[in-house]
């Protein structure tokens, strides 16, 4: 049994960037820059105090803070929200004491990352104080990647794919770029995300929420991995959809 | 599992013959192996962002033909009119 955790009203999360005035200006700045892309800065950041959790984080532009919260990697059935800025902190109360949550940040449209933390109080497993490090959006327990040479399905043609896709996973290097796509497998695997096999056995997977798709060989090489801009461009890829989670041979390489 | 046999398949946007997959395999979709000389990809330039192979060509073109790839260079002697027009004739339509 577990309680709900209320959600907070925007104007009960506290944002340090602006005053109404610049509040109005900031919302006039977003009319103006329409949909420009909003870059996570610094964070997600938690402090936790008791059962109450305060998410920090930082975007380069301004943006409506949202966070999207649950008690399993991917299950954000639970949000909350705070004022348009740079500089963002939304409380989430009452949460159940001594219980693991993991959340995304972002705005109402796009997460940016994600992150976990732990409330104090009896539970399950020792409860942390303090989480403050930075995780890439594939999860807390995604582990070290291999070197590109061995999770990349054709090496002469990474520099390609991470000067076309790698901006779109900020990714810093074609290694960095590579990794990320090899975590995501892990992740994907992990988390069941939505996959489709074809007939030559390439694996194509989907993250709705992140937006990001990836295709990968028979032996879990990455062909590519990159943001489609069209809605239904997953659904209209050719395979038949399989459960990730449940296919033996398929594995990401080690 | 056994390796298929290596052949070079062209690319549908500028004609360079020396892709390692096929552009548009008979399982469906595309290959996603991006053109060094070109950059069309297959599954990505047509699928999502709904750039046909012919009209991708017209605007290398006009941009000036320029080799993509940073890791791949460009044949020795490479002309990217005398690519097009082998591939797609006189014009490259
Ligand atoms: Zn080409």
Redesign the interface.
């Known amino acids: 049994m577990r309680s709900a955790p209320a959600i907070l009203p925007a104007g009960s999360a506290t944002c340090h960037s602006a005053g109404f005035g610049g509040l109005v200006t900031l919302l006039l700045l977003l009319v103006v820059t329409g949909r420009a892309e909003v870059r996570l800065v610094q964070g997600p950041a938690v402090t936790v105090t008791g059962t109450n959790a305060v998410i920090h984080w930082v975007t380069d532009t301004p943006a409506g803070g949202r966070v999207r919260f649950g008690n399993a990697p991917g299950r954000w059935d639970q949000r909350a929200q705070g004022p348009v800025g740079t500089n963002h902190a939304v409380t989430l109360d009452r949460l159940k004491p001594g219980t693991m949550y993991h959340f995304t940040v972002g705005t109402a449209r796009l997460p940016l990352a994600t992150n976990s933390f732990a409330t104090s109080g009896p539970g399950s497993f020792e409860p942390t104080a303090t989480s403050g490090k930075t995780e890439n959006p594939d999860g807390p327990q995604a582990a070290r990647p291999p070197p590109a040479r061995v999770t990349w399905g054709?090496l002469?043609?990474?520099?390609?794919?991470f000067?076309?896709h790698g901006a779109d996973f900020r990714a810093a290097s074609s290694e960095d770029y590579a990794g990320q796509a090899w975590t995501f497998l892990v992740r994907a695997i992990r988390e069941g995300l939505p996959a489709k096999q074809?007939?030559?056995g390439?694996i194509?997977v989907f993250d709705p929420q992140a937006g990001a798709f990836a295709?990968y060989n028979?032996?879990g090489t990455t062909?590519?991995y990159?943001k489609?801009?069209?809605r239904g461009?997953f659904n209209?890829?050719?395979?038949d959809s399989v459960d990730l989670r449940s296919l033996d041979h398929f594995r990401p390489p080690q | 599992?056994k390796r298929p046999v290596r052949r070079q398949h062209q690319c549908p946007a500028c004609g360079y013959p020396g892709l390692?997959e096929e552009p548009r395999?008979?399982?469906?979709?595309g290959?996603?192996?991006?053109c060094?000389c070109c950059?069309y990809?297959p599954?990505?330039d047509d699928?999502?962002?709904?750039v046909t192979p012919s009209e991708h060509r017209r605007r290398w073109i006009v941009a000036g033909s320029p080799w993509?790839?940073?890791?791949?260079p460009a044949p020795p002697r490479w002309s990217p009119q005398g690519q097009v027009e082998k591939a797609f004739g006189k014009g490259g339509k």
């Open positions: 054709s002469r043609t990474l520099e390609d794919h000067d076309r074809d007939t030559a390439v194509r295709a028979p032996d062909k590519t990159f489609p801009g069209r461009y209209d890829q050719p395979g | 599992m390692a395999p008979a399982s469906g979709g290959s996603f192996e991006i060094p950059g990809q599954g990505v699928d999502d962002r709904g993509f790839s940073r890791a791949t």
